[in-house]
Every structure is written in structure tokens, then in C-alpha cells.
């Protein structure tokens, strides 16, 4: 006898929405405006306004402090007011193209060390639409566990298989590139590598040098996410690549203008012929608008000063070096980070958290991320912070005298009984 069908009344498609509004979504009543979409107002520097006050910012990417400087704002505002917010109009392929994009590319490609470079208008649309354009359903991803999300859509979108290595995990690294040479040996595909250059929440390095020297054993493509490399680390900036020497085993190379270069965009490099592959098939830009004139002039500029002004990365290290050997020897922990991105250790729970992040804004008046549960596992806080050429020693000693302060506090049990007393109230 065939099992009895059950009919369902069809809901409501947003009564799901309503009463579960997701893993982020149910703290919205208590952080919103707060601990989630914060206002930082003024203008992005080092100390910038939060709920009225002055506070030491530590959440703002802008690494080489190109945000304001002058000569940026000069170039940014003269093209909005010639060019306007809207030239060119269309996809690139279509209406869209303008020789300052090309010329952008060029110059972005040889600053990587790449025969050529493709814009993409969001690092995180492009780097979706890149993966999924690079690999078809009988090829392999193998791609790091802690990869940012951008990357994890892409997988996403894969129709053939994938494998997830253990974070920075060499050895998981290579069993599962031999899992994924075994199954590339049966669907006739290759196999896409992903890594990050740098890792944003822990600020580890992906291990390069040693999955390029993998490409001895296993036959594949490597595709790096230097978001937080990019201008940061390596000869003028150049990124992760170069600073582990091994630039021209990446085979696509990406880095957004989001953060070292402080605008919006982002660009993929590689061999000519890839490159050209991604202009011709890559979704995100083949059916949306152009990035606009001052977002490029903008970013021709700002590649400008990071080739021309190396004063401003040795700034952002001289910063990076006081802050964390600062907090080291305060006793801090700052777990493995090898580049900018300082994360402080710390233990507690989610309230406890939250009355910690309110002293430290209220009452030191230092601003940074807070990043707890489900994110990292239970029971464990990172404050991160991301220094900046803006910010000065002053900041530093500031910050690290305010840190000393709230570890105490969240030692001896202050914070527990704060947030005990707002939850019982
Ligand atoms: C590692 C990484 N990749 C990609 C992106 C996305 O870049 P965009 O802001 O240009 O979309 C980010 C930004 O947060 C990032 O940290």
C-alpha cells in the first residue's frame, strides 16, 4: 500500500521570517544601534564620534589612512562633480566601458605582478561569480575551513564536488587535494584550490608558500583572496604573495579597494588568457552596471599613493608593532596573528560581552569590533582591532591602559553582575 500523502495548508512565506529572525536577527532588539549597526559619525580617522562622544576608532579597514587624505578627497570630488555618480551607464560589455577602467586594470595587474586584471564593481558579488564561473560541475574545489563568505557562496554555487581542508592546515590540506585528484581522475574536471592571503578574523597568513609547493604533487589552480594582504604586506604593498615569495605560483589573484585602498571595487589578475575568460563569463559584471568614474579615478589615485608614498605602510606597521607588542606584554593574548589584524583573547559570555564593549566605549572611549558566539565557539570574546597609518602612539597607550582596565573588570566579575542586573531588571 503507498503511504498516505500529507497536504499541508500553505503558510505564510514571512511567518517564518517573523518569529525566527536568525542567528544574528534575534539580538536586534538588544544590540541594534549599539553592538550592531553602530553610527560612527564624523570624519574616518583615528577618533571619530560614537553616541555623542569621542572615541579611539579600531574597526575601520582604512589600513594606509587614504580614506581622507586630501589629495584622495581632491580626485574623488572632481570627478563626482565632472564626471557625475552615474558615467558610464550600462554593464561593461555592453555601454559600460571607459578607457580609465582599462587603464585601472593595467595598472593593477603590474602592480601584482600579473599579465592582466578584470574589475569587479564588490569584492564580495566578484569573488561569488568568479568561482563560479572558473570551475564547471566535473572540476574540484578544495578550499580552507575559515574562508570569508564571499567564498563560501561561491562553493555554493558549484554543481561538482568539493572538499574543506582543516584552516591552514597543511596535511588536512593535501589529503584533501588527493581526495579531490582521485575524483577529478573519474569526472575528467581539474581542481580550484581557495585560500585567503590573509585571514581577517584571526589575521593568520594563508600558508602559500607551502600549498604553492603542492603544485609539485597535485595538479591545480590557486585562487587567493588578498583582501587584507593587499597594501599591507609584501615589497610597496604588494600583497600576500609577495611577501611569502610566491606571487607567481597564485593563478588568480584578487583584492578589493574596500580596505587598503579605502573606496569600493575590487579586481581579479592572472594569465591574459583567464583573465579574458572572466570578462566574458563572469555573471556579477556581465549583467550589472559599470563601476562608476570616481570609484576608478579614485582607485587610479590611490594605487598612485601606495606605489609612490611607502611611508604610509611603514606608519600602518609602525602602529601594528607598538599596539601588539603593547598588549603582549600587558598579557594579552592575540592568538596568531602575523599581519595587522590584532584579535584580543578573551573569556566570557555573550552579556557579559556586552556590558564589557559599553564600558570600553562609554567610559575609555575606545571603539573596536566585538566578535562572540555563534561566530567563534561559546564562552570565548575577541575584541579586534585594526590599527591604521592614522592612528598615533597616544592611541596605542590609551587603548592598552583602557584594556588592562576592562580585564579586570571581567575577572573579578564585574561584568557578570552589570549584565545580570540589566537582564533581571
Ligand atoms: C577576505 C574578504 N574577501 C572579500 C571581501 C569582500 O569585499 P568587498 O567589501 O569589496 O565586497 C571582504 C570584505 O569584508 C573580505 O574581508
Not at 615569495?245 to 583567464?274: C, E, L, P, R
Amino acid at each position: 500500500m503507498r503511504p498516505k500523502q500529507v497536504i499541508y495548508m500553505v503558510k505564510d512565506l514571512f511567518d517564518r521570517i517573523k518569529s525566527d529572525k536568525g542567528p544574528l536577527g534575534k539580538w536586534a532588539d538588544k544590540a541594534e544601534g549599539y553592538y550592531v549597526f553602530p553610527k560612527l559619525e564624523g570624519p574616518i580617522s583615528n577618533r571619530m564620534k560614537f553616541n555623542g562622544k569621542s572615541v579611539i576608532t579600531w574597526s575601520i579597514n582604512d589600513y594606509l589612512g587614504l580614506a581622507n587624505h586630501p589629495e584622495v578627497l581632491k580626485v574623488d570630488g572632481e570627478s563626482a562633480a565632472v564626471d557625475g555618480m552615474a558615467y558610464p551607464m550600462g554593464a561593461r560589455m555592453m555601454s559600460g566601458h571607459t578607457k580609465y577602467h582599462e587603464q585601472l586594470e593595467r595598472e593593477c595587474a603590474e602592480f601584482v605582478g600579473k599579465e592582466a586584471s578584470y574589475l569587479v564593481n564588490f569584492g564580495y558579488q566578484g569573488m561569488v561569480s568568479a568561482i563560479d564561473a572558473l570551475v564547471s560541475k566535473d572540476d574540484i574545489i578544495v578550499y580552507d575551513m575559515d574562508t570569508h563568505a564571499c567564498i563560501i557562496d561561491g562553493v555554493r554555487l558549484h554543481a561538482g564536488k568539493r572538499f574543506v581542508y582543516r584552516h591552514n592546515d597543511i596535511e588536512s590540506c593535501e589529503k584533501n587535494l588527493k581526495r579531490a585528484t582521485k575524483m577529478a581522475e573519474k569526472t575528467g574536471g581539474g581542481i580550484l584550490l581557495v585560500s585567503e592571503g590573509v585571514f581577517g578574523m584571526r589575521g593568520e597568513q594563508g600558508k602559500l608558500r607551502e600549498i604553492v609547493a603542492l603544485k609539485e604533487k597535485y595538479n591545480f589552480r590557486l585562487l587567493v583572496d588578498d583582501a587584507h594582504g593587499f597594501g599591507t604586506l609584501g615589497e610597496g604593498g604588494r600583497g600576500t604573495g609577495f611577501e611569502q615569495g610566491v606571487q607567481d605560483g597564485i593563478d588568480v589573484y584578487f583584492a578589493t579597494f574596500a580596505k587598503s585602498m579605502a573606496g569600493i571595487g575590487a579586481f581579479f589578475a592572472g594569465d591574459k588568457d583567464v583573465v579574458q575568460y572572466l570578462q566574458y563569463n563572469m555573471r556579477s559584471q556581465m549583467f550589472a552596471k559599470s563601476l562608476p568614474m570616481p570609484m576608478v579615478k579614485g582607485a587610479l589615485k590611490r594605487l598612485d599613493m601606495i606605489r609612490t608614498m611607502p611611508e604610509l605602510k611603514e606608519k600602518l606597521w609602525d602602529i601594528t608593532n607598538a599596539l601588539q607588542s603593547g598588549l603582549r606584554a600587558a598579557g594579552f593574548d592575540l592568538g596568531t596573528t602575523e599581519t595587522c589584524i590584532t584579535p584580543v583573547y578573551l573569556k566570557g559570555d555573550i552579556p557579559e560581552a556586552m556590558a564589557m564593549v559599553h564600558d570600553l566605549r562609554e567610559n575609555h572611549g575606545v571603539f573596536c569590533s566585538i566578535v562572540v558566539y555563534p561566530v567563534i565557539p561559546k564562552g570565548m570574546i575577541i575584541l579586534r582591532l585594526i590599527p591604521t597609518a592614522r592612528h598615533t602612539i597616544e592611541d596605542v597607550n590609551e587603548t592598552i591602559e583602557a584594556f588592562t582596565a576592562i580585564r579586570e573588570k571581567l575577572e573579578n566579575g564585574t561584568y557578570k553582575k552589570i549584565a545580570e542586573a540589566i537582564m533581571t531588571a
